[in-house]
């Protein structure tokens, strides 16, 4: 899959944040084939509206949401709940917002939608379509950016 | 510990409120993390989280009090985040009740307040600090 021209404030967004927030700063580039397919991954999808319109799909595989709420709480966690999982939606809020503070600059205005948990199913085709990987010490996160021009 | 100490700003005011609404948060927390059914513990959540909202409005007027006095330009938008999250709390709590201290509700909400904090915390509320730095005001008696 090609990469366009969008992949680059994603990644710097996700890098971002992972370091101010959960000091991650062992953070590489990952090829979408390489992602851990083998777990069950937290799915949280973030619209967005504006010059740019369509969504971003997080996924997180479960022992990445796991050691990130770890690290942010200090406390164990042992499963997928409710708690881990808004946890993780908020994190994924907070690299978008990233994300349309770094568009901004490049003149484009965009807001995003509050995130929701799973997949958003729509059948409409966008013009840039690019996957973001990474993988860090809390695991790997990739992103599926869906996007259009409005 | 919740609390870590990389998250202090250098303004001593900021930095004290944001331990105790730490510890605050983190009592919130662990309550609602415990092993104790939620029948067991929904009395404790309750009275952890109304301690805990009252310190969050209160210490966001500070914070904004503090940033009106230094001249902060960001002020506008800083009070607009934190109104924000006031109105996700206040919303959350009259939803929680109405619901009966539905569980699900409660445990999203915590997972929500905590990745904002850590954010916010680490993020929004360090721009007032390296202001206040570079204004050589960090440390004046507030
Ligand atoms: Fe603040």
């Not at chain 1, 991954?41 to 319109?53: K, T």
């Not at chain 1, 709940?81 to 809020?93: C, T």
Request: glycine content about 6%.
């Amino acid at each position: 899959m090609m990469k366009t021209e969008l992949y680059t404030p994603f990644l710097d967004a996700t890098r971002q944040v992972l370091q101010t927030m959960l000091d991650l700063s062992d953070i590489a580039e990952r090829s979408a084939e390489q992602f851990d397919e083998g777990q069950e991954n937290l799915e949280i999808s973030v619209g967005v509206v504006g010059d740019l319109e369509g969504t971003i799909t997080y996924r997180f595989p479960s022992d990445t949401s796991l050691n990130i709420v770890q690290i942010l709480s200090g406390m164990e966690m042992d499963s997928v709940d409710d708690f881990v999982a808004s946890a993780v939606s908020e994190i994924a809020n907070i690299i978008s917002g990233t994300v349309m503070t770094l568009l901004s600059a490049d003149n484009l205005t965009c807001d995003i939608l509050p995130p929701v948990q799973g997949r958003l199913d729509n059948q409409k085709e966008y013009t840039q379509h690019t996957q973001c990987c990474i993988t860090t010490s809390a695991g790997d996160i990739c992103l599926d950016i869906a996007l259009s021009r409005a | 510990m919740f609390w870590k100490d990389k998250y202090k700003l250098g303004v001593a005011l900021i930095d004290k409120e944001h331990e105790e609404l730490f510890r605050r948060v983190e009592a919130f927390m662990k309550t609602l993390r415990s092993n104790e059914s939620w029948g067991d513990k929904v009395h404790e959540v309750n009275e952890t989280l109304e301690f805990m909202k009252v310190y969050v409005v209160e210490h966001f007027s500070h914070e904004e009090a503090y940033q009106k006095k230094i001249g902060y330009p960001g002020l506008e938008d800083h009070k607009k985040k934190h109104d924000e999250m006031v109105e996700y709390v206040v919303g959350v709590s009259d939803q929680y009740e109405k619901s009966g201290f539905d569980q699900q509700l409660m445990q999203q909400f915590g997972g929500r307040l905590l990745a904002w904090l850590v954010n916010h915390v680490a993020v929004e509320d360090q721009r007032i600090a390296s202001y206040a730095i570079d204004k050589g005001v960090a440390n004046d008696e507030n």
